[in-house]
């Protein structure tokens, strides 16, 4: 099920959250880290209501989720940024609200804009224990907006997913290689060849971003239960031509 709180944030700001509860967990999942799904870009529509298949998916494989509008979008008060700049608190009174209240390590998940945003926090709570990117925005136009939340994941120490279709119209493979040479370990990145950042987003891929979501998570935090070897640490993108499943 899904549980709804209110959490609060810095300058009186009040966040609708929503915790989503693992439908059928196990004693594996139970033990690992609560997912914080942070959305896209509020200026252009980004809210919670777009990572609920995400979180869906999630619950589905065992893993809790939360979800949230960052301020000025959906039922949360304020005005958002166009740099995500104040948003940084939002994500972070997430995480503390989560840590604090349900009892658990955490791994931030950011989508679009989102993801940088999120990126952002990742360094700032011991309890934050991983971090993944999906779409980051590291092209050039989207720098003049988010390039002051790049160092922040960059300099992290903290295992990192990066999860990227080739035909991303905001960051070009090879971008993302450059920027992954400069990064901290551990670190990988995983292309869904052929694929959009628009389409990336879209719910026809919710499902392979939780399933690459929740392998990452289990490969990190619970070895023994993941459906892959463990990869090394890498700057070389793996890429994935796996069509989406589609529902229906």
Known sequence: GVQRVVVPSTNGISLATQV????????TTSALPTIIIVHQWSIMGGQATLMKGIAQ??????????????????RSNGRATITGTDEIEDVK??????HENL????VVLGSSAGAPIAGSAVEEF???????G???????FASILFSHHYDRIIGSSKPKLFIMGTKDEFTSPSQLKKVLKRMQPPKEAHL?????????????YDGMMASL???????HFAPSAAAEEPRRDSEEPRRDAEEPRRDG
């Open 20 to 27: 989503w509860k693992p439908r059928m967990p196990s004693a």
């Open 57 to 74: 998916e999630l619950s589905d494989k065992g893993f809790q989720a939360v979800t949230f509008d960052m301020r000025g979008v959906g």
């Open 93 to 98: 009174a997430v995480c503390k609200w989560t």
């Open 103 to 106: 009892n658990s390590d955490l």
């Open 126 to 132: 011991d309890f934050v224990k991983a971090y993944v």
């Open 134 to 140: 999906i779409g980051y925005v590291f092209g050039f």
């Open 192 to 204: 869904i060849e052929g694929v959009s950042h628009f389409a990336l987003e879209g719910p026809d």
């Open 213 to 219: 979501t929740a392998d990452f998570v289990l490969r």
